[in-house]
């Protein structure tokens, strides 16, 4: 009449996923860049009202693959 006890695994599966997350962010965190926006000559592009040029615009240099978008 002994009750037994189950042990759960989730423990050991939250450290593990803890742990990948841990590796993948220390890998994958020198690829980020961080960068400032030219304030001192910045370029302003313009359209006729009502076209809404500039709600969403994408600057990109031609010889690179980076890419900055904003609205």
Same mark, same amino acid.
């Given at each position: ?28 965190? #020198?690829?980020?860049?961080? @960068?400032?926006?030219? $304030? %001192?000559?910045?370029?302003?592009? +313009?359209? #006729?009202?009502?076209?809404? @040029?500039?709600?969403? $615009? %994408?600057?990109?240099?031609?010889? +690179? ?7």
């Amino acid at each position: 009449m002994g009750s037994k006890r189950y042990h759960s695994k989730t423990p050991g599966k939250l450290n593990y996923s803890l742990f990948c997350i841990g590796v993948c962010l220390i890998i994958l965190l #020198p690829l980020c860049d961080t @960068f400032n926006l030219d $304030v %001192e000559n910045p370029s302003v592009y +313009s359209g #006729p009202n009502g076209s809404y @040029f500039g709600y969403s $615009v %994408e600057f990109y240099l031609t010889n +690179s693959s980076r890419v900055n978008s904003g609205s």
